[in-house]
């Protein structure tokens, strides 16, 4: 299959979900390795976090770049096993987060509860995919994949704990007296708030063009948002602080 048979909204879709995906995966890269210089382990996670938190579309942008690069297209079982086996990953990483940033007294405990949790979703994922991969859901067209029950609840789920998590750690660090913090929470909040609202959307939504366009440009921004959440660069910072 090239990228000839593709229609043009599959053309769109591809690009702009993998537009999204080299940002989010390039963005958790630096935040990563800003633990090099800092040597916080926090840095690791989040990154970590933002990198395996777009491996839901994985699926479907790289499916579209081996169609362009090399006029495969992703069989069943290769997309599904792509689009669903790191969320677990980005919910431990999240979790040994939050439990550094705002829990460290509890974060042995919270670690072994997401553990608990995460572990056996993963057997159960890699169980089902080698049984039926379409026990996990179905590729419908090109790159749109309808997952079945049990992996939309943990995607549910992982978004729920994600979200509300990051949600109570930028309200409490607003709370700060360092302006430069403050402004890092605000920006983390807005990247959690589009995240999880285009996320909803792009899963619950029948897909047109310019909504196409639009909810993945939310997901880019919250890339952007996110980045700045963590890692404020100077101009920037220097900026908010003397506008206010």
Known sequence: MGIEELTELEILQGSFTLTFVIISILLGLIIL??????KKREFIWVGLTWIFLSSGWWGSSFSFLSIVLFNYRFGVFLYIFIANIFIPIAVLCWMNAVGILMYKEW???INIITLIICIPYEIALIVMLIIDPLLLGEIKQTFYYQPSLFPLIFQIFALLITISTGILFS???MKSN?????????????GFISFTGGAFIDATITMTPLLLIVIRLILIFSSLMYFLGFLLPDMISKFLISEK
């Open 33 to 38: 390795l800003k633990y090099l210089s800092i």
């Open 107 to 109: 974060k042995k405990r």
């Open 171 to 173: 309200v409490r660090s």
């Open 178 to 190: 360092d302006p430069i913090v403050v402004w890092k929470a605000r920006f983390l909040l807005i």
